[in-house]
């Protein structure tokens, strides 16, 4: 087994569209690249706020629609996007074929009134017990970066080097790898298994390039 035997996925970005996203789609079904242009500068930041919780869910939906000028009530904005997340069930299996020899935690950037709901819709427990879930909201700290990548390893009772982070965020993730965390940006379920593979957590094929010659071989 490789030196880290814990893995840390993030909720929004890996098992769900992240936060922004959820909320660019609310404020405007069917957006397309110019609203997502336009909105992401004015949501990220308080997307933040709220994964740190420095901001409550319903004085962040008001922020926004004020932000982006939305024509929408506070309490629409936030059922509309408690219904947009949803939990990627492609993500889920690839999860569930990590031996049990290693522990999986998940970290949850939704506020833990927000979680419940995703959570009771999409039986997350199977997978991620209770005393294996930490709350960005309730970590005490007042940057997402570099702040998170040594708090929530410490959340999980365990040190930076003896996890792996699945991440949604690629500059974040780019971030953590700097400091020393071991990432892996998610991408899409099969890439997921991919990197997992390379890493010798799950079985699997992992094809690469050989290095003396421009034919792909399959390392097992």
Not at 60 to 65: A, E, L, T
Not at 129 to 157: C, E, F
């Amino acid at each position: 087994m490789p030196p880290f035997n814990t893995l840390l996925f993030w909720l929004g970005g890996v098992l769900t569209e992240s936060i922004a996203e959820l909320t660019i789609g609310a404020l405007k079904p069917g957006f397309g690249p110019n609203e997502r242009l336009q909105w992401k500068p004015a949501i990220d930041p308080l997307a933040v706020d709220l994964i740190l919780g420095l901001i409550e869910p319903g004085d962040y939906c008001k922020s926004v629609i004020w932000a982006c000028s939305g024509k929408i009530a506070r309490e629409e904005l936030e059922a509309r996007i408690l219904v947009r997340a949803r939990v990627r069930t492609d993500v889920l299996s690839v999860i569930r074929r990590i031996p049990a020899g290693y522990e999986k935690w998940l970290i949850s950037d939704f506020p833990p009134p927000w979680f419940a709901e995703l959570s009771d819709r999409a039986l997350i427990a199977e997978i991620f017990s209770p005393d294996r879930m930490v709350y960005t909201s309730q970590l005490g700290i007042k940057r997402l970066n570099p702040d998170i990548y040594s708090s929530v390893p410490a959340a999980a009772k365990h040190k930076m080097n003896e996890c792996i982070m699945v991440d949604g965020g690629s500059r974040r993730a780019v971030e953590g790898i700097k400091r020393g965390l071991v990432s892996i940006i998610y991408v899409y379920p099969a890439q997921l298994a991919h990197e997992l593979a390379l890493q010798k957590i799950i079985a699997g094929e992992v094809e690469v390039m050989h290095p003396s010659s421009s034919e792909r071989v399959i390392l097992l």
